[in-house]
C-alpha cells in the first residue's frame, strides 16, 4: 500500500469525519482523479448521503437546492482546473441568496504549481469576496488531529449570520488511490458553535415605535424568514392597522386564507397604492417593480429596513433606519398607534377588485403562464415544494395566484435572480423534500439542459414548461418597442422539449389547455414520478392577458 495514497485518504477521512460531527449530512461530487481521496472518503462514510453529478455547474446547483431546501450546508468536491471554476454561477448565487455551501477543490501541491504541469491553475480565492471565508490547506501529513476543530469552523463559518459558501483549497500528491481499506484516524469530536438573536434595545425600540404614526405598511420581500417570523409579522400588523405587502416566495401569502390585510396582489395595488407615513421592511427587496416604485415615490416617509444578517436590502437607497435585529423578536416587541381603520380599508377594497380582474384575466382555457399558476398553485398538496424559476415564470405567479388557501413550500432563486442552474436547483430541492414542481420558461429549460439527466436517479421533479418562444419577460420591459427588439432580445431556444426529455428518458406530455396543464402536473406529482408537462404558450395572447390585468386594476381601483 502506497504511504502517500494512505496518509491522503486519512487526511481527507478526518476532515470529512469533522465535517459530519459538526452537522455535514450531504455531499455533491463530480468524478475526476485528483478528488480522489476527497471522494472516496465521502463515499465510505456512513453518515454522509453522496450524490454523484458529472456536470460540476449542475452539481453546485443541486447542492444549492440541497441546502436551500432546509437551511443545513451541503458540500462539494471537484477536482482542480476548470472543473472547479465551473461552480462559480452556483457560488455567486449561494453568496447573494446566503445559502450554506462547503466546497472542497482538490489541488495540485505546491510543486506543480507555476512550472506547466497539466491541469494546474491558481486556485486560491478563486471565488473572490463571493465566499464567507477562503482557506488554503497544506498537503496531507501526519498530525491531523486538529481537522476536526477546523471542520466544525468551517460549518460554523457557512452557517454564520450571514450564511454562504466557504471555499476549502486542498492540496493532493499522487498516488491518490489507496489499496485496501487504510485505517482511519479516531472519530472526531467538534466543539459546539452557537449563535444568539440579535434583540433591539428598549430605547430603540420605543423611538421606532414613536415613528409609527399614522398610515404604514409592511413590505416582506422574497426571503422565506420562517413560521415564527410569519406569526409575528401577522401579530404586528394587525396591532398597528396596515397592510402586508408580501412575496410569494416569502411564504405570507399562501395559506393565508381569509386574512385581508395580506394582500393578494400587492404589485397590482402598489400599482395606485396613496404615499405612506410609514413603511417595516423585511425579507430582501421584493420581486415587484411596481412595489418598488411605490416605495421610491414615497421618500418623505421613514423607512424601517430590518435584517439579522448585516446585508440590508434598500436598492432604492431611500432607508431610514438600518435595524440589526432579529426579525420575529423585533415584530414582536415593536409598538405604535394604530391606523385609522379607512387606511387598511382602503388596501382590502383594492386587493377585492384586483381579485376580480385576475379572475377575469385568468378565465378561458387558452393557457397562458399566469391562468396556469394561478390554478395549479390553488390546488397544491399542503407542505408541496413549488420552484418559480426566473424571469417570468416568478412574475407571473406573484400578478395572478393571490393567496392561497393551503400552504405549499414556495423557493426562488432571487440571490442574482438568474436563469442559469434554475433546473439542478429543483432537483436539489426534491431531492430533499421530496415530489416537487419546477415553474419554468423555455430559456431556463434550454440553460440547464443537463439537469435532465439527473431524473435517471429517480427525484421526483415534475417540470411544468411554459414555452413562450424565448424571451417572454422583455415583452413587458421597454426593450420591447426597440426596432431591433426581435433580433435583439426574442431568444427562440430551438429545441424541442420531448425530444429533450426523451434523450434522458423523461417522460414528457403536451398540453393545449389551462386544465389539462394543471391536472398533468398534478398527476405526475401525485404519482411521484418525473416528468415534463409542456405548455406551448402563445407570447402575444400572454402579453394581453398581462395587460388587460394591470389595465383593468388600476381602473378600478
Known amino acids: 500500500m502506497s504511504g502517500e495514497a494512505e496518509l491522503g485518504f486519512r487526511w481527507a477521512h478526518a476532515l470529512l469525519d469533522g465535517l459530519a460531527a459538526a452537522g455535514l449530512r450531504r455531499v455533491v461530487a463530480s468524478p475526476g482523479s485528483r478528488s480522489t481521496p476527497l471522494t472516496l472518503a465521502a463515499l465510505r462514510h456512513p453518515g454522509l448521503a453522496v450524490q454523484m453529478i458529472v456536470d460540476e455547474r449542475s452539481a453546485g446547483f443541486f447542492a444549492l437546492g440541497l441546502a436551500k431546501a432546509d437551511g443545513r450546508p451541503a458540500a462539494l468536491i471537484a477536482t482542480s482546473g476548470s472543473a472547479i471554476a465551473n461552480w462559480a454561477p452556483a457560488v455567486v448565487e449561494a453568496d447573494m441568496g446566503r445559502i450554506p455551501l462547503i466546497l472542497l477543490s482538490a489541488d495540485r501541491p505546491p510543486e506543480l504549481h507555476d512550472c506547466g504541469a497539466n491541469q494546474t491553475m491558481d486556485q486560491i480565492k478563486l471565488f473572490g469576496g463571493h465566499v464567507r471565508a477562503f482557506h488554503q490547506m497544506p498537503p496531507p501529513e501526519a498530525e491531523m488531529s486538529w481537522l476536526s476543530n477546523f471542520a466544525a469552523r468551517l460549518m460554523a463559518e457557512s452557517r454564520a449570520a450571514l450564511a454562504g459558501p466557504v471555499h476549502v483549497n486542498i492540496p493532493l500528491r499522487e498516488p491518490l488511490t489507496p489499496l485496501g481499506e487504510p485505517p482511519k484516524p479516531p472519530p472526531a469530536t467538534v466543539p459546539v458553535f452557537s449563535r444568539g438573536a440579535l434583540h433591539v434595545d428598549e430605547a430603540t425600540l420605543e423611538g421606532l415605535g414613536a415613528l409609527l404614526a399614522g398610515n404604514g405598511a409592511l413590505v416582506c420581500g422574497p426571503d422565506d424568514l420562517g413560521p415564527d417570523f410569519r406569526r409575528a409579522a401577522m401579530d404586528l400588523a394587525e396591532r398597528l392597522g396596515a397592510p402586508i405587502f408580501a412575496d410569494l416566495a416569502s411564504g405570507l401569502r399562501l395559506g393565508a386564507g381569509g386574512r385581508e390585510n395580506i394582500l393578494a396582489y400587492p404589485d397590482q395595488i402598489a400599482r395606485a397604492a396613496p404615499a405612506f407615513d410609514w413603511v417595516l421592511r423585511f425579507g430582501g427587496a421584493p420581486v415587484s417593480r411596481a ?33 440589526d435585529a432579529d426579525p420575529a423578536d423585533f415584530c414582536r416587541r415593536l409598538q405604535g398607534a394604530a391606523a385609522p381603520s379607512d387606511w387598511l380599508s382602503l388596501f382590502v377594497a383594492l386587493d377585492r377588485a384586483a381579485e376580480s380582474a385576475a379572475e377575469t384575466a385568468c378565465s378561458g382555457e387558452k393557457p397562458f403562464e399566469g391562468a396556469i399558476l394561478r390554478r395549479v398553485l390553488g390546488r397544491l398538496p399542503e407542505g408541496t415544494p413549488l420552484f418559480l424559476a426566473n424571469s417570468l415564470a416568478i412574475r407571473a405567479a406573484e400578478w395572478f395566484v393571490g393567496r392561497t388557501a393551503k400552504a405549499p413550500r414556495c423557493f426562488a432563486a432571487r440571490g442574482l435572480s438568474g436563469i442559469d442552474g434554475n433546473l439542478s436547483t429543483a432537483f436539489g430541492l426534491a431531492a430533499a423534500l421530496g415530489p416537487c414542481v419546477a415553474a419554468v420558461g423555455d430559456l431556463a429549460f434550454l440553460h440547464d439542459l443537463n439537469a435532465l439527466a439527473l431524473a435517471r436517479r429517480k427525484i421526483p421533479l415534475v417540470i411544468l414548461l411554459f414555452d413562450n418562444n424565448g424571451g417572454g419577460i422583455f415583452g413587458h420591459l421597454p426593450q420591447a418597442a426597440l426596432p431591433e427588439f426581435e433580433q435583439g432580445w426574442l431568444t427562440p431556444p430551438g429545441c424541442d422539449p420531448a425530444q429533450a426529455a426523451a434523450a434522458f428518458a423523461l417522460p414528457c406530455r403536451r398540453v393545449e389547455s389551462v386544465e389539462e396543464a394543471a391536472a398533468a402536473a398534478l398527476g405526475f406529482l401525485a404519482a411521484g414520478e418525473a416528468a415534463v408537462v409542456h405548455v406551448p404558450i402563445d407570447p402575444g395572447y400572454s402579453l394581453a392577458r398581462c395587460r388587460s390585468f394591470f389595465a383593468a386594476s388600476t381602473k378600478e381601483s
Open 291 to 323: 412595489t418598488g416604485d411605490w416605495l421610491l415615490r414615497a421618500r418623505g416617509g421613514a423607512q424601517i429596513v430590518v435584517s439579522d444578517h448585516g446585508r440590508f436590502a434598500d436598492p432604492w437607497r431611500n432607508a431610514t433606519h438600518l435595524i
